[in-house]
């Protein structure tokens, strides 16, 4: 049997002024002996944060073990269900020592208490850091921090004492790193397809005269058409397809914005929202497939909250409306807006399902994302029994069996990131500090 050598090495962009497109997987990439199942398919993780916390009613099921019935937010998960692990009674702290919104953020992903100060900022670095810094020695960026909430108009937000930068961000490189999430769909797209060198001035220029990313790598992409196969040219085709579908629609996002409006207060629920997150996501598609990154953290929207869902005929800003004190009326509302961004990250689960590796499995086969929030009860600004979720294969590394697990109650949100990073290669005895300090591994072992 012959054995040919990589007709292209993987890590491969298209080259042009201004502009550097990265190429999905293809065959032309791996050995001829990669369909023998040879082949080192990365990784992917990613955490989903959705604020103010989630109504309990349509989150979490009311029976544990495999046989769980779907809630109104996880039928929106329904067809990835085999990939779908539901944690009920994780705590993320406790409520009556940290703020539960400022804490809810701060602690989820570094299980540490935020240090209550408005300029001396100290919590903890958090786990999405940790595989970064693994993950990241293979790719062109370690991580991508995304948000809907411009953080800049929000930095003076501060509340209980407690500086805003806490309720804006859910990642941190260092106790005193905050690292910020971006709300730009063009930076997020310059990220992943700008050169970042020294012409910045051919990208302005590329950008100002709305040309396609792809008009100035037409020569590079010719070229690697001539050296790949029909099945992988095919390929690169739809990929390229996508890239300019998403480009188009930040374009489109982006002339909006030149439309002279009378004076007036600007909102913080920017319109069209619906579409800002569908493109977030998109961009985070895009970012997996072409191994740009295999880390990212992405908040729908802030704790503290003020946008209204107008597209859900809501006239009452978000965190307002979580604070119902049982009143029916808005703690349905507040409901509907958890379903509505369930639904969102569901469109995104079907598009990492219908994105497939080399092997033929699905980025989603090949990625764990967590989905949740820092509080469990918002009402109350209680940090426990938060809502967490696990979707994806991760490559079987973390659970062979879906359904919905009750662990003892009191149970560290903390010791799902010890689990996470010890199946992932990571050795971890323990992780976050004080309230939030893990107290071993989880068992993700679903009874019937």
């Given at each position: 049997m012959m054995i040919f050598k990589k007709a292209i090495p993987r890590r491969t962009f298209l080259q042009g002024l201004g502009a550097s497109v990265a190429l999905p997987m293809l065959d032309s990439m791996i050995p001829a002996l990669a369909n023998t199942g040879d082949v080192n398919i990365p990784l992917r993780v990613g955490y989903n944060y959705t604020p103010n916390g989630i109504i309990r009613d349509v989150f979490r099921p009311k029976a544990a073990g495999a046989n769980y019935e779907i809630t109104q937010v996880l039928k929106h998960w329904e067809d990835h269900r085999d990939q779908l692990l539901v944690l009920s009674n994780l705590d993320n702290g406790e409520s009556e020592s940290v703020s539960g919104h400022v804490g809810g953020s701060s602690m989820w992903l570094t299980g540490v208490k935020p240090?209550?100060?408005?300029?001396?900022?100290?919590?903890g670095k958090s786990v999405d850091q940790v595989f970064a810094e693994k993950f990241g020695q293979e790719t062109p960026l370690s991580s991508l921090q995304l948000c809907i909430e411009n953080a800049a108009e929000l930095a003076g937000q501060s509340a209980g004492g407690y500086s805003s930068a806490y309720t804006n961000t859910i990642s941190w490189a260092s106790p005193t790193t905050p690292l910020p999430m971006e709300h730009r769909p063009r930076e997020i797209f310059e990220r992943l397809f700008g050169d970042g060198g020294t012409d910045a001035k051919a990208r302005q220029q590329r950008i100002g005269r709305q040309y396609s990313i792809l008009d100035f790598v037409k020569e590079e992409t010719s070229r690697i058409n001539k050296?790949?196969?029909?099945?992988d040219s095919n390929k690169l085709g739809e990929y390229l397809e996508a890239v300019r579908e998403v480009e188009f629609r930040v374009q489109m996002a982006e002339s909006k914005t030149d439309i002279e409006l009378p004076e007036m207060?600007?909102?913080?629920?920017?319109?069209?929202h619906e579409e800002h997150l569908r493109l977030m996501y998109d961009l985070l598609v895009l970012a997996f497939q072409t191994d740009m990154t295999r880390v990212f953290t992405f908040m729908v929207a802030r704790e503290y909250s003020e946008m209204v869902y107008t597209q859900l005929g809501h006239t009452d800003?978000?965190?307002?409306?979580?604070?119902?004190?049982?009143?029916p009326n808005r703690k349905r509302q507040a409901g509907e807006i958890d379903v509505f961004h369930a639904q969102m990250f569901g469109e995104f689960l079907n598009k990492m399902e219908a994105t497939k590796d080399i092997d033929g499995s699905s980025l989603l086969d090949n990625s764990m994302i967590v989905y949740g929030a820092g509080m469990g009860d918002a009402d109350?600004?209680?940090?426990?029994?938060?809502?967490?979720?696990?979707?994806g294969g991760a490559k079987g590394k973390l659970f062979k069996q879906s359904g919905h697990i009750e662990y003892a109650e009191g149970t560290p949100l903390a010791n799902l990131h010890v689990t996470m990073l010890n199946s992932f290669g990571i050795e971890t005895e323990s992780f976050g500090g004080e309230l939030g300090i893990s107290s071993g591994p989880l068992d993700l072992g679903v009874k019937a």
């Amino acid at each position: 049997m012959m054995i040919f050598k990589k007709a292209i090495p993987r890590r491969t962009f298209l080259q042009g002024l201004g502009a550097s497109v990265a190429l999905p997987m293809l065959d032309s990439m791996i050995p001829a002996l990669a369909n023998t199942g040879d082949v080192n398919i990365p990784l992917r993780v990613g955490y989903n944060y959705t604020p103010n916390g989630i109504i309990r009613d349509v989150f979490r099921p009311k029976a544990a073990g495999a046989n769980y019935e779907i809630t109104q937010v996880l039928k929106h998960w329904e067809d990835h269900r085999d990939q779908l692990l539901v944690l009920s009674n994780l705590d993320n702290g406790e409520s009556e020592s940290v703020s539960g919104h400022v804490g809810g953020s701060s602690m989820w992903l570094t299980g540490v208490k935020p240090n209550k100060s408005l300029s001396e900022i100290h919590c903890g670095k958090s786990v999405d850091q940790v595989f970064a810094e693994k993950f990241g020695q293979e790719t062109p960026l370690s991580s991508l921090q995304l948000c809907i909430e411009n953080a800049a108009e929000l930095a003076g937000q501060s509340a209980g004492g407690y500086s805003s930068a806490y309720t804006n961000t859910i990642s941190w490189a260092s106790p005193t790193t905050p690292l910020p999430m971006e709300h730009r769909p063009r930076e997020i797209f310059e990220r992943l397809f700008g050169d970042g060198g020294t012409d910045a001035k051919a990208r302005q220029q590329r950008i100002g005269r709305q040309y396609s990313i792809l008009d100035f790598v037409k020569e590079e992409t010719s070229r690697i058409n001539k050296r790949i196969g029909a099945d992988d040219s095919n390929k690169l085709g739809e990929y390229l397809e996508a890239v300019r579908e998403v480009e188009f629609r930040v374009q489109m996002a982006e002339s909006k914005t030149d439309i002279e409006l009378p004076e007036m207060e600007k909102p913080l629920g920017i319109p069209p929202h619906e579409e800002h997150l569908r493109l977030m996501y998109d961009l985070l598609v895009l970012a997996f497939q072409t191994d740009m990154t295999r880390v990212f953290t992405f908040m729908v929207a802030r704790e503290y909250s003020e946008m209204v869902y107008t597209q859900l005929g809501h006239t009452d800003p978000y965190h307002p409306l979580t604070h119902h004190r049982g009143d029916p009326n808005r703690k349905r509302q507040a409901g509907e807006i958890d379903v509505f961004h369930a639904q969102m990250f569901g469109e995104f689960l079907n598009k990492m399902e219908a994105t497939k590796d080399i092997d033929g499995s699905s980025l989603l086969d090949n990625s764990m994302i967590v989905y949740g929030a820092g509080m469990g009860d918002a009402d109350v600004h209680n940090q426990w029994n938060i809502p967490v979720a696990l979707l994806g294969g991760a490559k079987g590394k973390l659970f062979k069996q879906s359904g919905h697990i009750e662990y003892a109650e009191g149970t560290p949100l903390a010791n799902l990131h010890v689990t996470m990073l010890n199946s992932f290669g990571i050795e971890t005895e323990s992780f976050g500090g004080e309230l939030g300090i893990s107290s071993g591994p989880l068992d993700l072992g679903v009874k019937a």
